[in-house]
């Protein structure tokens, strides 16, 4: 299945839009490219990368892209190590306006950036402030296409040797067009044979029980 994963890798990374290849310069209206460069850099879908879409944007316009990663990993970790204020969060019998209210104490002063307290009081209005953890993770996964980096997890029936692995992940480098990539493996037993990847919301599926199930279809 080694043979087939270059190929494979190619045409995943160009469809996620990851993969970023030399096109002929067009001329732009410079409205037009000003706001193409506060653009995400990946798409992500979803109502959580909704709200981190629209969160990377106004964070580009303010040039605070950096702060509001920290603020937001911040208090990804605040609801972490806070189970009762994780909780209160989350409360569905807390009222809307009870929790916009804590939001904005907890995120007033002149050193939090004005992005990311918008974005926490628009959580808290509109219910979602308990799922702001995975906005913060769908932020982080922006910013790291932003910095040319790719999360990739492989998945095999079986451990792979060390020769096996470094071919794996020699083709993902090479498809990752210079990118730098994290890369983390998993054994699942359930799979059979081949292997998975998973880059972003990108799935691969080299696994010989995806196989078997597309020649039992067929029958």
């Known amino acids: 299945f080694f043979l087939t994963v270059p190929e494979a890798l190619s ?11 030399a096109a002929p310069a067009r001329a732009v209206p410079a409205r ?13 879908f979803g109502i959580h990368a909704r709200y ?20 937001l990993a911040g208090f990804k970790e605040l609801l972490s190590k806070n189970a009762q204020f994780a909780e209160y969060l989350s409360n569905p019998t807390v009222s809307r306006a009870a929790k916009v209210s804590a939001v904005d104490k907890l995120f007033e002063g002149p050193k939090t950036s004005d992005v990311t307290k918008n974005l926490m009081v628009t959580l808290a209005s509109n219910a979602r402030i308990g799922e702001a953890g995975k906005v913060a993770d769908a932020y982080a996964e922006l910013m790291k296409a932003s910095r040319g980096e790719l999360d990739a997890v492989i998945t095999t029936a079986s451990k792979l040797t060390k020769a096996q692995e470094n071919k794996v992940v020699d083709s993902l480098k090479k498809q990752a067009n210079g ?7 998993v054994v699942d037993p359930s799979i059979l044979g081949g292997l998975t990847v998973q880059i972003g919301d990108q799935f691969l599926d080299l696994s010989a029980k995806s196989r078997i199930g597309q020649v039992t279809r067929s029958l």
């Open 11 to 21: 045409t995943m990374l160009a469809r996620s839009g990851l993969q970023r290849l």
């Open 32 to 44: 037009a490219f000003a706001e193409a460069s506060h653009a995400p850099p990946v798409k992500l």
């Open 52 to 71: 981190a879409n629209a969160t990377y944007v106004a964070a580009s316009k303010k040039k605070a892209l950096d702060q509001v990663a920290t603020e």
């Open 179 to 185: 990118r730098k990539v994290s890369i983390s493996t």
